[in-house]
């Protein structure tokens, strides 16, 4: 073996572990990927069961809203806004403070994290659902109990 060679096979040996090492993590980084990507999409299946989101289906909405009660829904609306300082959320069947809408997605949400076992949202999912939110149990909500809202109808 000449001299030159001998130089250059650790140089080779170092190459061929660095590419080992890089297709074993790149493999293992596809996999997260790829369990975050599944667990995410059981996840939103699980949220399309709440009532906020079946709330959104209702067939022929303009069926429940009649002319007559437009100025009760405007003032509702008005009045809500102006002590919250949040506009309502129409659920399908009434207007529903934010506060209280956003409660009880977040309370659905958890439901979800226990019944697909997620610890750490932040980590397990992808997209928006691993962003971190407000926790209903927190001084922001609790702050918020003396203003007026109404529940969620369970469809």
């Not at 995410?40 to 209702?58: G, H, I, N, V």
């Not at 934010?98 to 397990?124: D, G, Y």
Request: proline letters at 6%.
């Amino acid at each position: 073996m000449s001299n030159t060679s001998r130089q250059r096979t650790p140089l080779v040996l170092a190459a061929g572990v660095a590419l080992i090492v890089l297709l074993l993590a790149s493999a293992a980084g596809q996999q997260a990927w790829s369990r975050q990507t599944q667990l995410t999409a059981r996840f939103e299946q699980c949220m399309d069961q709440a009532p906020f989101k079946q709330s959104l289906k209702t067939a022929q909405p303009e069926h429940q809203l009649q002319p007559e009660d437009l100025q009760r829904h405007f003032d509702q609306f008005n009045e809500m806004f102006e002590t919250t300082g949040l506009p309502p959320v129409w659920d399908g069947h009434q207007l529903v403070a934010w506060t209280t809408f956003h409660r009880v997605s977040i309370q659905v949400a958890k439901a979800c994290h226990q019944q697909l076992n997620i610890q750490r949202p932040q980590r397990q999912l992808r997209g928006t659902y691993a962003k971190s939110v407000w926790d209903p149990d927190s001084a922001v909500w609790r702050d918020s109990e003396s203003l007026p809202t109404t529940s969620l109808p369970s469809n």
